[in-house]
């Protein structure tokens, strides 16, 4: 029962919210965008299952609990019938051999009914499954597994929607399914550690299913070790190896503590190998087991259809990530084995599985190894039975001689196909580990497949990057046999993107992908379609779409990703993408987000087709990707692309502000850590390029810092570094050095201070040469030119400032001292000016921002600022004290208010100095200690109100009071830590003369508790005694330890004077001391690091006092007179001057390697050390060997192609012998290398076990045995003719020769000619017996009639041109095109050939393409056509009394005008809605039947056409 929810095969999509590409034409894929959650992944964590039976059920325990029952089912047996032998415990047990007590109540029939014969299909019914749940072996552990018991006749989709939906499986890239022998068998230790370490590897890396047969025991042991060896090792918490054990129920031992009809969460199974006896027990390291029940106890082999039929339907599967699909490739490795396993590796190369033997193993596996490098000729009954003989001693004699002869049949099919075929052998050069031996398989057998074009290869790709293994990428796919187009890796860079596989793209890079062509607009939108969910930046786009007033959901547009970005930059840069214009069209070339992409369907290099007026709008797409991927925390894939940026200074510090800016808002604290660090390494590159560059060329690397790039919103570097508050940047030397000359302006930075200042105090000076100037003009000429360069340098407007703000705070303090008059005197309202000064310049702060921006966001900025806060409180305390000093009835408060105004006039000093070395640290010293002892002050609060209140309570009785409550309980205690001790709390003066005894003097503190007969005080003056000295001990050691604290925490800063140029001195600024040694040339030099690190270095102001951090403005607009006004843009620096990153310091390698990793490491080593030393001879010999035989591969493909275009002679012609396999060779020959083995003329096809279209089975008919002169005594098979629906046209049916008495064999029989073209044939009990020897099938088959049946190919072609019409050519051969066909239900195409009606000249599937007008035309043009091939066809279809034989006839249009081939594609149309018709080109690579392959290649070898 197919369950409700199922997805169709292939629909699941990973690690994204798009489709493929074509997702960003979509209209549904911006609304998922929007309803992801980002924060249920940010809080999400990893669940633990505690052994807890009391627990309530899980909601998805109860969601499996409820679905199983529904969908899956067991067998039981309903019928009880005796089986005449007893158990092995000497029970009485049913046929299927479970006892009475363990069937069903129903199941016990009267005593009549037992007699009736057992029949599985009628006594055994399903019913819901009652074993499921998660597994726990008892003793081992608390790793958790899952089980299910299953109906043998379960469909695989609902099996793999349960492991993929409810068991929580990721799809897996690669499907592993090991076979071999099902009991313990030896192993060499070697061997064994190899395949355990290779079999886990690649597991882990392509994240592989791996299938078993689940049972602790022979082949399926040796994977669980292998498994348990992996979780064992620190490598464990890169995930877990998923291992599916398929096992059947009725062989399982123990399985009673399995039942649970709820499920068993979790079941406790308890491992008895002692007590198992021919059952066997499951094997506890796999993570997951399906039980396959068929109603029967101790019946092994149940699982196995069932499990083909699951590994058949996950193969079909499609995965699909970063818009690629692929199919789910899969592998089955061998290891030892017996007569099924030998099946199951028949089947595996019959279906195209790629198989891996692990030679060494034994009995099976060693059998077809050892054979695997022998021509088909020399692998004969004789050498089968030989090696069966030494490898199978005690079963040999078993082997009767039909079943030696279906042994050698098996293996030589199984041979045959060597490019199916993978010999693992130890110690061979360059395969050291079975993972690579099962990739280097499936590549092979990958790229043995027939496909279009580049197909193979682009599938090939794919696979690599599914299984993140860029080794075998690159030793296997990335070779001189396929040279590789920038275009054609674009869709495997945006995978390779997307999935976060930096090797990968590094790769891609190395091979020619440029990131200005790859970074289209359509790429941009399907990237940022696909973040990863628990992305930070992903959340934030959704809420810029949920504020789009579009309506149904918007679609994301590139505006929507600069908006977030100008968010993260600041709003000083400029959006870095346009927001379009609503004339504007989009233009997306992708297709619809529906559409998918698999491996033999579409080619997804059509999604990267360029329109040619597609311009893409941003500026530089590597800043675009580079972007892409800082937003996600990607360290190496960011790191890969800022080395391919220009502008990298800029970018560095780009990518280090919006990683700030993220970590604010980011909730989880890895990901925060990990954003800050990686802030502070893009910082540190800045540094690194910025001092390379400072090195070669000083002046044009400050230019740099001030240069607009347009790339990052016209922002500069340094405003970047001052945005991103990267401070170890802007401390740098050279940036210091800049903006020291920016500092001092026109003036020399070699005046000294004095110097300047004399000259503001008397102008006249600077005539007399006092100060010296940069410029030669300033300094030759005399008057307003220099006075106004003079006045106009920073330094000179700073301390014009700084005095004139001192001026202004002493007049003020002299007005509040001295005169404060009734009426404002005229100091007085020059204060009030100076004040309105003050206030115009705020205003212009405010209103007057370097950034043009809204007004809201003007005000946020500017209140944004301590500094500005302070400025608007003291003026607004100004205003509301001269209010209240105008009103005469309010003069004095008015003065009040006016003086506290003064300290905030008066701490705005502080900012001032701020620029001082000596001063600024300590300032930010006291700034930082201020914020953390509030946090100590609420610890000392704590102590001061708990003694004054209780001091209060113990002296005073009933202060009503409430200033003299607040100074006792409060004020009193805390001036007592200071020293000032009340005077009556111990006794000893005390003197009610200082007190009121009533509380009524309103100066005087009420009296203490007293005796007023005895005038001595009344209180337990021991215990406030006491209270006072813990109070003072315990505060004292608190303002102690919060001293110690303080300091320790804050440290004394390192001051270094940093000259401006040679033998100058600039101001004197805070940086960080560089180390000496980081100077290296090559290198980036960094700021040593302080421990703890010290305050960031303040920066000197732009010209007035209220803003000293606003350099950039003042920066640019310096540097921008110094090259005639505006903003900086180097004209003489282009973009590619710019420095493209250099190299800057790796990290710190991190801990030293888990000490299990580094014994591992050290064994690999050795043993390569050892195959080193003892393996080179062997290895030189092996491949000289290799290399000559390459030579003379070539020498007789020389041979052939000569012959076959009419150079000389059949006789004479030289062959190639047979290579035999050199030890550790494995014998991999594809198309373009595979030889011709004479001992292999015999036909193949025709003798494939299996017929088509039917259940027949053919007898094996080993090579030697084909021709029906060699003796074969046991040969006996099967008749077979097929039933067809016109009677009328075939030969009878029947096995004996009675109905085939009225035929004339080797005659013309009417319009039917049942002549050979191999001459006339022999008749065998009335039957034609095939020319070409025996089939290992008798009768008809599905053949039309006995004897030949012909057939007729016509091979259409003509030559492939450019659009220039000019020939195209390969290798110097022109390139041919042929017409073929291909069925809908049939994975090739193949000549529109075929059988015909009797007497009709055109074949059947011609005249279902060709209209009937132009059939006429066509038959003659076939009478003019050349014959290419006229003879025995090798077809599976064959048998020993029927066989297909064919002509060839090739039509050529040599010249593209010709009429009749414009007749022929005018007449080109398909009747049949499944037959689809193309021009193709011809390539050995094409997926055509091999027949009509053979066909093509003469046809091409005569017109000297490349094939």
């Not at 003097?1001 to 006072?1028: G, I, M, N």
């Not at 066809?1433 to 020993?1440: F, I, K, L, Q, S």
């Amino acid at each position: 029962m197919e369950p409700p929810p199922l997805r169709k095969a292939g629909s699941r999509q990973e690690d994204g919210f798009g489709g493929p590409p074509g997702g960003v034409a979509a209209t549904g894929m911006v609304p998922n965008l929007r309803r992801s959650n980002s924060s249920l992944c940010r809080n999400r964590r990893p669940q633990f299952l505690n052994n807890c039976e009391k627990c309530p059920p899980h909601p998805q325990q109860a969601n499996l609990s409820s679905w199983i029952p529904e969908n899956i089912k067991k067998k039981e047996c309903v019928h009880f019938v005796e089986r005449s032998k007893l158990s092995d415990a000497g029970k009485v047990v049913c046929e299927c051999g479970y006892t009475r007590e363990q069937h069903l109540e129903g199941a016990l029939r009267p005593y009549a009914f037992l007699s009736e014969e057992w029949d599985p299909k009628k006594h055994v019914q399903e019913m819901p499954t009652d074993a499921f749940g998660d597994i726990v072996f008892t003793g081992l552990g608390q790793k958790m597994g899952k089980y299910v018991r299953i109906s043998q006749d379960t469909p695989p989709s609902v099996i793999y929607h349960l492991m993929t939906q409810h068991w929580g499986l990721d799809v897996p890239n690669l499907l592993i399914s090991v076979t071999g022998g099902a009991k313990d068998f030896h192993m060499k230790p070697r061997l064994k550690s190899i395949f355990r370490r290779g079999l886990v590897k690649v597991a882990q890396t392509t994240g592989a299913w791996i299938i078993t047969g689940g049972s602790h025991t022979g082949v399926m042991k040796q994977v669980g070790e292998a498994v348990r060896g992996f979780s064992l090792s620190s490598s464990y918490s890169e995930g877990e190896v998923v291992t599916i054990g398929i096992a059947t129920w009725g062989t399982v031992h123990n399985r009673e503590s399995l039942i649970h009809p709820t499920g068993g969460f979790p079941a406790e199974y308890v491992m008895d190998e002692e007590g198992q006896g021919h059952l066997t027990c499951l094997d506890s390291n796999h993570s997951h087991f399906i039980l396959v029940d068929d109603g029967t106890h101790g019946r092994y082999g149940v699982e196995i259809p069932l499990r083909a039929r699951l590994e058949k339907f996950i193969s079909e599967q499609t995965k699909e990530r970063g818009g690629v699909a692929i199919k789910i490739p899969i592998a089955c490795v061998v290891l030892e084995g017996g007569p099924g396993t030998l099946q199951t590796i028949y089947n595996a190369i019959t279906h195209g599985t790629p198989c891996v033997i692990v030679e060494g193993s034994g009995r099976v596996a060693d059998v077809i190894a050892q054979v695997a490098g022998l021509p088909i000729s020399e692998i004969t009954v004789c050498l089968i039975q030989q090696k069966l003989g030494s490898l199978f001693p005690e079963m040999f004699e078993t082997f009767t001689e039909s079943r030696i002869v279906e042994w050698t049949k098996k293996i030589q099919d199984i041979v045959r196909r060597r490019q199916l075929l993978t010999i693992f052998r130890e110690g061979k050069d360059g395969q050291q580990d079975v993972d690579v031996a099962i990739l280097q398989a499936l590549l092979k057998a990958s790229r043995s497949h027939d496909g279009f074009g580049h197909e193979n290869w682009d599938h090939q790709l794919k696979l690599a990057v599914a299984w993140n293994r860029v080794d075998i990428a690159r030793s296997e796919i990335f070779t001189d046999e396929r040279p590789w187009k920038p275009s054609e890796l674009h869709p495997m860079m945006t995978a390779a993107l997307i999935a976060n596989k930096p090797e990968f793209v590094k790769l891609f890079l190395e091979n020619g992908v440029q990131l200005t062509e790859f970074g289209t607009c359509d790429t941009l939108l399907y990237l940022y379609e696909n973040l990863e969910p628990c992305c930070l930046f992903r959340y934030k786009l959704q809420k810029v779409l949920a504020e789009e007033p579009e309506r149904p959901a918007p679609r994301l547009r590139m505006h929507h990703v600069a908006q977030v970005l100008r968010e993260l930059l600041g709003d000083f840069s400029q959006p870095l993408y346009p927001r379009p214009r609503s004339s504007d069209q989009p233009r997306l070339l992708l297709p619809a987000p529906n559409l998918k992409f698999h491996v033999q369907g579409v080619s997804l290099r059509s999604l990267y087709k360029r329109s040619p007026r597609h311009v893409a709008f941003t500026m530089d797409p590597v800043r675009d990707l580079l972007l892409w991927a800082i937003v996600q925390n990607r360290r190496e894939l960011a790191e890969i692309i800022w080395a391919q940026s220009q502008d990298c200074i800029a970018a560095a510090l780009a990518c280090s502000k919006i990683l700030k800016q993220l970590s604010r808002e980011e909730e989880d604290t890895d990901s925060l850590e990990e954003m800050l660090a990686l802030a502070d390494e893009y910082e540190q590159r800045a540094i690194g390029v910025f001092t390379e560059c400072y090195r070669k060329d000083e002046e044009r690397a400050q230019k740099l810092l001030v240069r607009v790039s347009e790339a990052w919103g016209k922002t500069t570097c340094l405003q970047l570094a001052l945005e991103a508050k990267d401070m170890k940047f802007v401390s740098h030397g050279g940036v210091q050095a800049f903006l020291t000359k920016v500092w001092w302006g026109q003036l020399s930075v070699d005046n000294g201070l004095w110097r300047v200042v004399l000259c503001m105090l008397a102008f006249p000076l600077l005539a007399t040469g006092l100060v010296s100037f940069r410029e030669r003009r300033l300094q030759a000429v005399r008057g307003l030119a220099r006075i106004r360069a003079f006045f106009n340098a920073p330094v000179v407007v700073f301390h014009l400032n700084t005095l004139s703000y001192f001026a202004f705070l002493c007049l003020f303090a002299y007005v509040l001292m001295v005169d404060f008059q009734p009426s404002p005197s005229g100091c007085e309202c020059l204060i009030y000016l100076w004040l309105f000064s003050l206030v115009c310049e705020e205003l212009r702060q405010l209103f007057c921002p370097p950034d043009e921006c809204g007004l809201v966001k003007m005000v946020l900025l500017y209140l944004s600022d301590f500094w500005n806060k302070l400025d608007i409180a003291a003026i607004l305390l100004f205003i509301a004290g001269l209010t209240c000093r105008l009103i005469p009835a309010l003069l004095y408060p008015g003065r009040v208010i006016l003086s506290l105004d003064f300290i905030m006039f008066c701490l705005r000093l502080m900012h001032i100095f701020t620029v001082s070395k000596t001063l600024g640290p300590k300032i930010i010293i006291v700034k930082r200690m201020m914020k953390d002892v509030f946090f100590f002050l609420f610890l000392l609060a704590v102590w001061v109100v708990s003694f004054g209140v209780a001091k209060q309570a113990i002296l005073i009785h009933n202060e009503r009071r409430v200033e003299w409550i607040f100074r006792g309980a409060v004020y009193q205690s805390y001036l007592t830590i200071f020293g000032q001790i009340p005077a009556y709390i111990d006794g000893v003066n005390f003197n009610l003369d200082q007190c009121s005894p009533n509380g009524t003097d309103p100066y005087k503190p009420k009296c203490p508790e007293s005796d007023s007969a005895r005038q001595e005080p009344a209180f337990p003056e021991w215990l406030t005694v006491l209270l006072l000295c813990l109070y003072l001990l315990f505060t004292n050691i608190l303002l102690l330890n919060l001293l110690i604290a303080m300091f320790k925490a804050l440290p004394v800063p390192r001051q270094l004077h940093v000259p401006a140029g040679p033998g100058a001195h600039g101001p004197d600024l805070e940086v960080p001391a560089p180390r000496p040694d980081r100077g290296v040339r090559g290198q980036a030099a960094r700021p040593a690091p302080l421990h703890p690190p010290q305050p960031p270095a303040p920066l000197p102001p732009e010209g007035r006092p209220e803003e000293p951090l606003r350099e950039t403005q003042a920066v640019q607009e310096q540097a921008g007179e110094e090259r005639g006004g505006g903003a900086l843009v180097l004209g003489d620096l282009p973009e590619g001057e710019l420095p493209s990153g250099p190299a800057v310091p790796a990290e710190a390698e991190a801990g030293a390697e888990d000490p299990g990793h580094q014994v591992d490491t050290m064994v690999d080593l050795l043993e390569m050390a050892r195959l080193k030393q003892s393996g080179s001879m062997e290895q030189r010999l092996a491949s000289l060997e290799e290399q000559v035989a390459q030579m003379a591969r070539a020498l007789h493909w020389v041979v052939r192609a000569l012959r076959d275009s009419g150079f000389g002679s059949e006789e004479g012609v030289p062959t190639l012998a047979p290579q035999q396999a050199s030890e550790g060779q494995d014998p991999e020959l594809d198309d373009g290398q595979r030889v011709e083995d004479p001992g292999d003329a015999y036909h193949v096809n025709a003798r494939h076990l299996l017929y088509p279209n039917s259940p027949v089975l053919r007898f094996p008919v080993p090579n030697e045995k084909v021709p029906w002169e060699t003796e074969f005594l046991i040969y006996d098979p099967p008749f077979y003719s097929a039933d067809r629906k016109d009677k009328d046209l075939v030969d009878p049916v029947g096995d004996t020769w009675e109905p085939l008495s009225r035929i004339s064999f080797n005659a013309v029989e009417g319009h039917l000619d049942r002549r050979s073209f191999h001459g006339a044939y022999a008749l065998r009990d009335g039957f034609p017996l095939n020319p070409m020897g025996r089939t290992g099938l008798r009768g008809r088959g599905d053949l039309v009639c006995f004897g030949p049946n012909h057939t007729l190919q016509p091979v259409i072609t003509r030559w492939k041109r450019n659009q220039d019409g000019a020939i195209c050519r390969k290798s110097i051969k022109k390139m041919l095109e042929v017409l073929v066909v291909k069925c809908s239900l049939s994975e090739h195409w193949a000549l529109p050939g075929g059988s015909r009606e009797p007497g009709e000249t055109l074949p059947r599937k011609l005249k279902q393409v060709l209209r009937h007008e132009f059939w006429a035309s066509f038959e003659n043009l076939l009478r003019q056509g050349a014959e290419v091939y006229k003879g025995y066809v090798d077809d599976p279809r064959n048998t020993d009394n029927a066989w297909i034989e064919t002509v060839a006839v090739s039509i050529h249009f040599a010249d593209q005008s010709d009429l009749e081939l414009k007749r022929l594609n005018s007449h080109l149309c398909s009747r049949d809605p499944g037959l689809s018709i193309r021009w193709q080109l011809v390539d050995r690579r094409i997926p055509l039947y091999a027949n009509h392959k053979a066909i093509l290649r003469k046809a091409a070898a005569l017109f000297g056409a490349y094939y």
